[in-house]
């Protein structure tokens, strides 16, 4: 019997995990006003960036279903 391939990102809780390019990158932290070391961390190896090419420094874009505010998004640092 053949094994199908599962892959992570497809599962129901993972939530969508996307990189931000430069200018996206850019146009955050200046919404914000802080820098990359503020942001809250997330691991290269974290296995929801397991398909994703990220390297240290890169911004991850994560956006949560929530109940009550309809999606919930989050930025992470990549190290």
Known sequence: MPTKKVTISDHVLIPKHEKL???EKKA???LYGIT???L???SV???AL???KVKTGDVIK???NSPTAGVSI???SVV
């Open 21 to 23: 390019n430069d200018s």
């Open 28 to 30: 955050v932290l200046e």
């Open 36 to 38: 990359e070391k503020e």
């Open 40 to 42: 809250p961390l997330i």
């Open 45 to 47: 190896s974290d296995p």
């Open 50 to 52: 397991a398909e994703m």
């Open 62 to 64: 994560i956006e949560r």
């Open 74 to 76: 989050f930025y992470r």
